[in-house]
């Protein structure tokens, strides 16, 4: 079982006001895959964790689009007061790497192994490094790997 149907149920039960099971679905999370996803974090259609979701950690405010893959060790946080990321659609997040603060991760896009994404990051590109620039384009041919 992946972490991703774990948050599910929990996220339904969240919405629909159930009470206590989002906070056991969510401690369930980390005891299996010592990751911490909210239960209110909004996650789109087919996104799926590489790896069941190992080390995952996901602010309760990001919003994460359709057919992500979130690889192992990714942090989607904060920065302080000042707000979580939003990712687009079809975008491959890459081990060990961290989308800190307000910024906004484009449809089609991939941020590459441990990069630390502080900027936003346009539609149909490469993000990579430390802090993450974007280092080519998508070409439309390599956008069908992206599902």
Same mark, same amino acid.
């Given at each position: 079982m992946n972490a991703i149907h774990l948050y599910r149920l929990g996220n339904w039960c969240?919405?629909?006001?159930?009470p206590v099971l989002p906070k056991l679905?969510? !401690?369930?999370i980390f005891f299996l895959y010592n990751s911490d996803i909210f239960m209110q974090t909004k996650i789109g259609r087919g996104t799926r964790f590489? %790896? +069941?979701?190992?080390? =995952? =950690?996901?602010h309760a405010e990001a919003v994460i &689009?359709? %057919? *992500?893959?979130? +690889? $192992?060790? *990714?942090?989607? @946080? +904060?920065?302080?007061?000042? @707000? =979580?990321?939003?990712i687009g659609d079809h975008v491959w997040?890459? !081990? +060990?790497? #961290?989308? /800190?603060?307000?910024i906004t991760v484009g449809s089609h896009v /991939?941020? &590459?192994a441990?990069? *630390?994404?502080?900027?936003? =990051? $346009?539609?149909?590109? *490469?993000? !990579? @490094?430390?802090? !993450?620039?974007?280092i080519r384009e998508? #070409? $439309?041919?390599?956008?069908?790997?992206?599902v």
């Open positions: 969240y919405r629909h006001r159930v679905f969510r !401690a369930l590489a %790896h +069941g979701c190992i080390g =995952v =950690v996901i &689009g359709d %057919h *992500v893959m979130i +690889g $192992p060790h *990714v942090v989607i @946080g +904060g920065n302080f007061c000042e @707000g =979580v990321a939003t997040i890459s !081990a +060990g790497a #961290k989308l /800190i603060g307000r /991939i941020i &590459g441990n990069a *630390v994404v502080l900027r936003d =990051v $346009p539609d149909n590109s *490469v993000a !990579a @490094g430390v802090p !993450a620039r974007v998508i #070409k $439309p041919e390599e956008r069908e790997c992206l």
